[in-house]
């Protein structure tokens, strides 16, 4: 008898560790779900949507009230900084899930790193030092603004397929804040979330025109400005809303067109600039493995240093003049 006993509570102690075991996995995968889940990461942007954004009214200010009581003591004293909306706006434009700090963090190290290498390992002045840690130090923000660039492209290119997608869904009898809904749930990132969080900000009560207006200064684009305009008008004016936004749909795609065309028509220029710019290293790498003897005197000697420098900053300044002429705005 006292076999079984002990045979039964074994058993019963192996359940409750099994169950134990179970439920602390569970409340973890919880947990994490809460914080890092799918989730929680698109609150989180919608969040940092309208922090970056100008919107002043009742409710945007609660949630933005809300969000800086969750942050951290070192976050909430950036967001306070007068920049600090600004830059969280390039970051949200960008599509990058960092905040404002974690950008100011990064670049401070990138030019801490290259400052101490440049006068200690390399041995060169405070004065090379501090300008090409300022170098590295822009390496992150150039970054968030060439991912901003790529991001807002995209937008511009989606935006005539969104709009037809509202237009057929005025046409079939919905109104303009489920057509919002329709773009945010069945168009592509990045113009489904831009559209996503304008049809929550008219859910939590901020109006249709100052929500458009958030959208206009969350996608600085000309295309976007001109949607914006035609609904403000039509709402105020009145008029046949599909129409103009079949209108306005055929004109981005001939904008498109022609910015294609004309990118076509440049791509000799820019083939030329981009061989312009990267010859001379080419050719100073070239020569530095065949011959290290012929470029020696210029890591070297203290005149090779000086005309390297001054060759590094008018080869800089050419390669502006370049990117300037070959742009072509449309």
Do not use: C
Not at 187 to 197: D, H, L, Q, V, W
């Amino acid at each position: 008898m006292p076999q079984f006993i002990g045979s039964d509570s074994l058993l019963i102690m192996s359940v409750l560790v099994f169950v134990t075991v179970l439920l602390t996995i569970e409340g973890l995968v919880i947990l994490w779900q809460s914080k890092r889940g799918a989730g929680a990461k698109r609150l989180q942007q919608r969040l940092s949507a309208l922090s970056a954004s100008l919107d002043a009214s009742g409710r945007t200010r609660i949630l933005k009230q809300r969000m800086l009581r969750e942050l951290p003591t070192l976050e909430r004293l950036f967001l306070r900084m007068p920049r600090a909306a600004r830059l969280q706006r390039s970051i949200h434009q960008a599509g990058l899930d960092w905040t404002g700090s974690n950008l100011v963090f990064i670049s401070a190290m990138f030019g801490i790193a290259i400052f101490i290498a440049v006068t200690s390992l390399a041995h060169q002045s405070a004065l090379t030092g501090l300008l090409l840690g300022a170098l590295a130090a822009a390496v992150p923000r150039l970054y968030v603004a060439y991912r901003r660039s790529r991001r807002l492209r995209k937008i511009e290119e989606q935006l005539p397929d969104g709009l037809d997608l509202m237009v057929r869904a005025l046409r079939s009898g919905h109104a303009f804040s489920s057509s919002l809904q329709m773009l945010g749930e069945e168009m592509a990132e990045p113009i489904a979330g831009e559209f996503g969080i304008v049809h929550d900000e008219v859910n939590f009560g901020v109006s249709l025109q100052q929500a458009l207006t958030n959208l206009s200064t969350r996608v600085p684009t000309t295309d976007l400005r001109y949607f914006v305009v035609a609904v403000m008008i039509q709402r105020e004016s009145g008029g046949n809303l599909a129409e103009v936004l079949t209108n306005l749909s055929r004109l981005v795609r001939e904008r498109l067109k022609l910015r294609y065309k004309i990118k076509v028509l440049s791509s000799e220029g820019r083939l030329s600039a981009w061989i312009l710019s990267l010859m001379p290293f080419a050719m100073a790498g070239l020569l530095n493995i065949f011959n290290p003897g012929f470029m020696s005197p210029l890591w070297t000697d203290p005149l090779g240093v000086t005309i390297v420098k001054y060759m590094l900053v008018m080869m800089a300044l050419g390669i502006l003049i370049i990117v300037k002429i070959i742009k072509i705005r449309v």
